[in-house]
């Protein structure tokens, strides 16, 4: 089955730090996804990503969609300690409803 | 913003009896999902569910899951006979539009606690 691995699978970060993870799948991805988990809640969509090389931008978050189709990575910028969650990256096939999610990593913001 | 609402937040259930975890997608959304999350685990699908049928589902979905749209706004799932390993967080999901990659919007989730 799709398989799609993240890195680091957590970080410790001080407050004010930029971040950045990665996310690489063993099979082609049409649409990326990036959700934020905050503990006893669902994912929370952060970033949809539609086109290879795309980047886009939601406030200090920045994803790329690679080139290849089988990565993508997330950074943060200027960290605050309502960033602390875990990160989930996620992918979507053409034709498959499902979405395929990353291992996740864990952020944990020092104030 | 509207959201993906679920009940209970919290259900605890003794092996092998029936449970059913209920869900009201957001309103104009046509595309229906149900997911797992085992503690400390990543997020797994389960089904998908359009037209009032189910169009995908994982190996994990097996006879004792069902799913069912019962009116115009809940979205549920049922274990018919449940096992200590259903122990998890149930998320519903809902998505809106025609095209396949539009995003999929999550609720809160129930914790399913199996004695």
């Known amino acids: 089955g799709q398989q799609l691995n993240q890195s680091p699978q957590s970080m410790f970060i001080q407050e004010g730090e930029d971040v950045s993870m990665n996310c690489t799948s063993s099979?082609?991805?049409?649409?990326w996804l990036w959700y934020k988990q905050d503990p006893g809640e669902g994912p929370v969509l952060l970033i949809a990503?539609?086109?290879?090389?795309e980047l886009t931008s939601n406030g200090r978050l920045t994803a790329q969609f690679g080139i290849t189709r089988k990565d993508s990575f997330l950074n943060i910028s200027a960290s605050i300690p309502s960033d602390v969650g875990i990160y989930f990256c996620?992918?979507?096939?053409?034709?498959?409803?499902?979405?395929?999610f990353g291992t996740g990593t864990k952020l944990q913001v020092i104030p | 913003e509207p959201e993906v609402t679920q009940t209970p937040s919290h259900q605890v259930t003794q092996m092998g009896q029936e449970v059913i975890l209920r869900c009201v997608p957001i309103?104009?959304?046509?595309?229906f999902y149900w997911y797992r999350q085992i503690l400390g685990q990543k997020v797994e699908f389960l089904v998908s569910?359009?037209?009032?049928?189910?169009?995908?589902k994982s190996e994990i979905f097996d006879d004792q899951f069902s799913v069912e749209r019962p009116d115009g706004s809940n979205f549920t799932l049922k274990i018919r006979s449940t096992k200590l390993e259903d122990s998890a967080m149930y998320f519903c999901?809902?998505?809106?539009?025609?095209?396949?990659?539009?995003?999929?919007?999550f609720g809160d989730g129930t914790r399913l606690s199996i004695l």
């Open positions: 999901a809902s998505r809106g539009g025609t095209a396949s990659n539009q995003p999929q919007h």
């Open positions: 099979s082609i991805f049409n649409t």
């Open positions: 996620a992918g979507q096939s053409y034709g498959y409803q499902k979405v395929t």
């Open positions: 569910f359009y037209n009032n049928e189910i169009s995908e």
């Open positions: 309103s104009n959304h046509l595309y």
């Open positions: 990503l539609y086109k290879a090389g």
